[in-house]
């Protein structure tokens, strides 16, 4: 017991700052450009005009396994320099693409707008600003992350219990931001158009051997589509409470942390190797504290469950409505993507599996 009581005293305070991680966003980039420096005008001008350049097939109308070499090599050296691999991930589609309408007002979905789009229309604005919503929902318990594992070195039982509780809260908040999905995205329009546009080249059976960088590499590059799981918010709340998954679960989950930004990726494995609130729990011997614990517990598997239910509605149902009607205005996606998250996975074994692993972290008092 004495190495662990020493290290606890010298360990240093975790901050936010130090991982670029806002105290009033979040995750959430604070101000994201609108428009970027004169050099790159070529591509804003290429992203304002994103849709309908798609739509009416004057972008590429296919791109046959490569991407051109005047395309590749400046995504690959840019993402590089980002940290990030080069294909449209969370941080770009969600962290970094928003803006208020009214900078004085609230951040709500009427003074929202996004910044690049691409088909979807307003279900595609929905899906982003609503996923904005969540990561700033998630706010206060990043912060309770921060102020749990201080109170673990301080130590601070009452900061502890204040801090569990505020995440059980920002976690029931996330919950209900999550639930306007249902507003103002079309399950149809998701399906049919907005998945297709996340989906990636691994593990996608659309491009089996994926996809060729034009001038970077000469045998194709595999790289997941983007997927919830490159949000940071339930990576670092997973290892704060100390949530173990099943193999095949952890190695995605794991392999989605290289698509998230480095700071964002080094605060997560902060998380990891600060001291285990899990263990001060148990031994604290606090009926309060695991009570709190357990509630973080139940309301992050509650979460996982209700993220559960909009995947059947907008990819089980979705795709069964779309066999059912036969014919649809809208384009048939892949028959071999109907049951796979954008990320690439058997969603829904996945997510049924990552809410049971939640649930079986509950603890016990001791007696």
Known sequence: MEPQSQNLKTAPFLTLGRFHISEDYGFLLPNPLRELPGHYHPWMEIASRLPQLIENHQLRAQVNEILPRNLALPF????????LPPILVHSDLVLANWATRNPGGPLEIRNLDTIVSFPGGESLRGFILVTVLVEKAAVPGIKALVQAVNAILQPSPDSLLQALQQLRVSIQDITGALGQM????????FYAVIRIFLSGWK????????????GVSKEPLSYSGGSAAQSTILHAFDEFLGIRHSKQSAEF????RD?????HRAFVEE??????VRA??????????LTAYNQCVESLAALRTHHLALVTKYLITAASKTKARGTSPLPRPPRALEARGTGGTAVVSFLKSVRDQTL?????PSG
């Open 360 to 364: 079986a972290a509950r603890l016990h």
């Open 280 to 289: 001060h729990v148990l031994s604290s011997g606090s009926g309060q504290l």
């Open 76 to 83: 690959v050296e840019v993402s590089r320099k980002l940290g």
């Open 203 to 214: 593990d996608n059976p659309a491009l089996p051997v994926g996809l060729v960088y034009e």
């Open 182 to 189: 249902h507003d103002y995205v079309d399950p149809d329009i």
């Open 259 to 263: 698509y998230m930004p480095p700071s």
């Open 271 to 276: 998380i990891r190797v600060a001291p285990s």
């Open 253 to 256: 989950l794991h392999r989605m």
